[in-house]
């Protein structure tokens, strides 16, 4: 699915339990993550197609992830939909 879709389900706030990891989806395709007080950690584009998202930073640097329950996995990571 193209992420351009203002709309779509994933786009928005997820956090890990401890809130130390911020992951903002954004609605032009864009991602910025946030780490403790470090506020735009990492940015760069994303990609989603089904549940699957994958990611590549401004640095080049590519990962990826999946939404299973609107529960993202992530790199190790469990991120949750901040209301």
Not at 35 to 53: E, F, P
Not at 54 to 70: C, L, S
């Amino acid at each position: 699915m193209n992420t351009q879709n203002h709309t779509h389900p994933y786009v928005g706030m997820w956090v890990t339990k401890d809130g130390h990891i911020r992951h903002e989806l954004l609605p032009n395709g864009r991602y910025d993550e946030a780490r403790g007080n470090r506020k735009s950690a990492y940015q760069g584009k994303y990609t989603i197609t089904g549940d699957h998202i994958d990611y590549v930073d401004d640095t080049g640097f590519t990962a990826d992830g999946d939404f299973r329950n609107f529960v993202l996995y992530h790199a190790g990571m469990v991120l949750y939909r901040e209301n």
